[in-house]
């Protein structure tokens, strides 16, 4: 269960209100003044009215009162406008914040919350949580008018202090009560927003799917499944906020008549003037301030709310980042004594596999076997629960994370195409891009002459570049080439690809098109074949490192590929 002292939603709407503490100062000052204000007007209609009853000179308290009428008018517009502007920017750093460790978090974030999730907190949830400084600026404004009024009371007559406060514990009971449900639905709300919107992520990734099963009445259910309980929750929102103005409108009145009755008895007996006993029934109403306080309260309660399922992903630590520098070397990758779980279930147990600096190295196994997650510890996209991989003799793990990155390029089977142009596409991680390079990359993954056919070239939008699923792939492996390294790691990247396309790919990579250490997943045997070495991958560990066609003889390995027995034993294709 989760405490005050370690809820981590405090320190992130801490850091977020230090971002803006500038204006989130000023708007403080400003709802402070506009409360003084909101005080001092009151008294100052009552000394008018009393001055006016007794044919005194009341011009100066008139004009007084004419300027603290249009001073609560300016610092209204002021308040509104700092609002605005500390809930943007507070927004705006919670959403690069969140955005920022995702990405630092890594494949970990999505695989715990889901996309759609996250992008529900990205963008709702922060924005939620973003008006959290200026919410509690204001209830610290809406409480003060209430203290305020009690304390203008007690100097107009104790009596009438004493009075209000009589009453008083019933409503600060009512208002914590409110508070306390408040957060519990909003809470409960926003947990089922998020998981219409995952459903719903989940649906536009594969509409191609779903038009094809011709289910999308099926997934429409399903994606609003969470509805009833979503609705379920807001009217519950509702009902708990129109319950508590309800119990609170019931009280504050009650405490209103008792102060005005208390008034009128003492002005019968002279102790009250006619303007005290005005500022008196003003103040009453200051003091009871209830509606404000039930509004900013429930502001308040979504905003903490919001924070919590951004302080979620913020809990899930990222990578811790080493500082050492790389020593030159040819790319010597090293696994010693890897252990994986997933889900309770040891996928990698125990594995020792060694890819010697500028060779060719193919992982082959059954699906399931863990291929995709031994490419992904040997980037570092993912850690390993024990062992350690190693690159030309230091642990990823120490290494500094800019020579980590430049160090290893990644090409995997659904590449994700970033920026406005092919041309940004292919040369993404250069951080200067070289046309030349970016050419030389898209030559050596036969996707040049695609690029030629398309309206502008290089230059051509993404948006307006339609290509197949073996053309994406062949633009996320120029990518890879393009960023050089000396570890390439191809994560089922040429699944796609056609099978000539595929031989020139691996024939250019085998016969020097590039000179790192290159660790492929490999489904088609003619793809193992051309590696320098092939590792097979079966139960979690590695079963045999060796020559492919040393390894063919093995009737499990030969499975690996085909699925079944092949008709003539030991028959190499």
């Avoid at 009589?166 to 408040?182: H, I, K, N, Q």
């Avoid at 979620?312 to 252990?339: D, K």
């Avoid at 699923?469 to 040429?494: K, N, P, S, V, Y």
């Amino acid at each position: 269960m989760t405490t005050p002292a370690d809820d981590p939603s405090r320190p992130l709407l801490r850091a977020a209100t230090v971002h803006s503490a500038a204006r989130t100062a000023a708007l403080c000052l400003v709802t402070t003044a506009a409360t003084g204000a909101g005080l001092l007007l009151p008294l100052a209609l009552g000394r008018t009215l009393d001055l006016l009853l007794a044919r005194a000179p009341a011009t100066g308290w008139v004009l007084y009162c004419a300027a603290l009428v249009l001073s609560l008018a300016l610092l209204d517009a002021c308040q509104s406008v700092l609002v605005g502007v500390v809930d943007a920017r507070t927004t705006a750093w919670l959403r690069g914040h969140l955005t920022r460790h995702v990405l630092a978090v890594g494949p970990r974030a999505t695989a715990r919350f889901g996309a759609g999730d996250l992008v529900a907190r990205l963008v709702g949830n922060a924005a939620q949580a973003g008006t959290a400084p200026a919410a509690r600026a204001a209830l610290a404004a809406a409480l003060a008018g209430p203290v305020g009024g009690i304390v203008a009371l007690a100097l107009i007559d104790p009596l009438l202090a004493a009075v209000f406060l009589a009453g008083a514990p019933v409503l600060a009971l009512l208002l914590r009560a409110f508070a306390r449900d408040t957060s519990r639905c909003v809470t409960r709300y926003q947990q089922e927003q998020g998981r219409i919107a995952a459903a719903l992520a989940e649906a536009v990734d594969g509409h191609r799917t779903i038009a094809a099963a011709h289910t999308a009445d099926r997934e429409t259910t399903r994606i609003l499944r969470p509805l009833p309980a979503l609705s379920r929750a807001g009217h519950r929102m509702w009902q708990v906020q129109g319950r508590a103005a309800a119990r609170a409108v019931a009280v504050a009145p009650l405490l209103q008549l008792g102060v005005v009755a208390v008034a009128g008895v003492l002005l019968v007996r002279h102790r009250l003037t006619v303007g005290e006993m005005l500022a008196a029934s003003r103040y009453a109403v200051l003091a009871t301030g209830v509606g404000m306080l039930v509004a900013q309260l429930a502001g308040v309660a979504r905003a903490r709310a919001a924070a919590g399922r951004l302080g979620e992903v913020i809990a899930e630590p990222a990578p811790t980042q080493g500082g050492h520098r790389l020593p030159p070397g040819p790319g010597r990758l090293e696994l010693r004594g890897v252990n994986v779980r997933r889900g309770g279930r040891t996928v990698l147990d125990g594995v020792d596999l060694v890819v010697p600096g500028g060779t060719t190295l193919a992982l082959v196994g059954r699906s399931g076997t863990g291929k995709s997650l031994l490419a992904a510890l040997a980037g570092r996209l993912a850690d390993p629960d024990g062992g350690e991989v190693l690159l030309d003799g230091v642990p990823l793990s120490e290494l500094a994370h800019d020579d980590l990155r430049r160090a290893i390029a990644y090409a995997f089977e659904r590449p994700v195409l970033l920026g406005d142009t092919v041309e940004d596409a292919i040369g993404l991680s250069l951080s200067a891009p070289s046309p030349t390079i970016v050419r030389q990359a898209a030559r050596t993954a036969h996707t040049d002459d695609f690029v030629a056919r398309l309206p502008n070239g290089y230059a051509t939008t993404l948006a307006d570049a339609p290509r197949s699923g073996g053309e994406t792939q062949r633009l996320g492996l120029a990518r890879a080439f393009a960023h050089g390294g000396r570890l390439l790691i191809l994560d089922d990247a040429l699944s796609s690809l056609d099978t000539v396309t595929e031989a020139r790919i691996t024939e250019a990579l085998a016969g020097g098109g590039s000179s790192a250490t290159r660790l492929l997943i490999a489904h088609r045997a003619a793809t193992a074949a051309r590696a320098d070495a092939v590792a097979w991958l079966d139960g979690g560990r590695v079963r045999a490192v060796g020559r492919h066609e040393e390894l063919w003889g093995i009737t499990a390995y030969r499975e690996a590929f085909t699925g079944t027995e092949p008709a003539a034993e030991g028959a190499y294709p």
